[in-house]
């Protein structure tokens, strides 16, 4: 039914008034659900630095942002799978990843103290998210020029990795660092092999430092392969910056 409205100059209008089909929108399918439990496992792991006492705010972050890597295969395969995917869900989507390794990356930085060996790398990735979301937003419409590629893909799958294996750092070198107090620099002299280690922390160390290594050597690959991508996605933008002739 068309509702009349009164116009500017006295007379009534017949055009419909329009309204957004909000339920059809908002479809709470199992997929959406996942993505915003994705979305909101974001804030949470920084929150449960301030919850929690080290280590179990480093495992609360660990279990977290595992399950939510996970999820982010999960939703897409099930949308997919199960024909939901949904305007909602490709709005939603990129936006969780994004503010999962951006925070994630934030809360690495806090408790590395900002190492230059973790703050370079995750430099180099916040910036090109930054860069390409500006890029997509400029694009407007032509936006599906920036479709995600393959390697953009790989990239995201080496950040969660390295993500969650510089997570699992941290556990490991709280327990190291509790295995050796009171030790004073004798365990030094257990790692050389010059004390019998009867506590295990030989262990300990090499899961530190194992975790320390392979989660930087992915960090730093997830870095390159987002300057590699970022710079593909400007490449295929370069075309609509061009000012128009006269």
């Known amino acids: 039914m068309s509702l009349r409205r009164s116009s500017k100059s006295g007379r009534s209008s017949t055009r419909p008034?329009?309204?957004?089909?909000?339920?059809?929108?908002?479809?709470?399918?199992?997929?959406?659900?996942?993505?915003?439990?994705?979305l909101v496992a974001a804030p949470l792991m920084a929150a449960g630095f301030l919850v929690f006492g080290r280590p179990y705010a480093d495992m609360f972050a660990l279990v977290l942002f595992v399950l939510a890597a996970t999820t982010d295969w999960l939703d897409g395969y099930l949308a997919?799978?199960?024909?939901?995917?949904?305007?909602?869900?490709?709005m939603l989507d990129p936006?969780?990843?994004?503010?999962?390794?951006?925070?994630?990356?934030?809360?690495?930085?806090a408790i590395s103290s900002l190492s230059f060996l973790i703050l370079l790398p995750a430099a180099l990735i916040l910036f090109r998210e930054v860069f390409v979301s500006g890029l997509r937003e400029y694009l407007g419409d032509t936006a599906g020029t920036l479709a995600v590629t393959k390697l953009a893909k790989w990239k995201t799958t080496v950040q969660m990795v390295a993500i969650s294996v510089l997570f699992a750092h941290g556990l490991a070198e709280h327990y190291f660092g509790r295995g050796i107090e009171g030790m004073g620099d004798l365990w030094q002299d257990v790692l050389a092999g010059e004390i019998e280690d009867e506590t295990g922390i030989g262990a300990l160390w090499n899961v530190m430092q194992a975790t320390f290594w392979v989660g930087?050597?992915?960090?730093?690959a997830a870095a390159l392969l987002t300057v590699v991508t970022g710079a593909d996605y400007l490449a295929k933008a370069m075309p609509y910056l061009k000012e128009p002739t006269a």
Do not use: C, E, F, H
């Open 17 to 38: 008034l329009i309204r957004p089909a909000l339920t059809k929108a908002m479809r709470w399918t199992l997929p959406n659900i996942l993505t915003v439990l994705r």
């Open 80 to 90: 997919r799978a199960w024909n939901q995917t949904s305007r909602m869900g490709a």
């Open 216 to 220: 930087l050597s992915l960090l730093w």
């Open 95 to 109: 936006i969780a990843d994004k503010a999962m390794v951006v925070i994630a990356l934030g809360v690495l930085l």
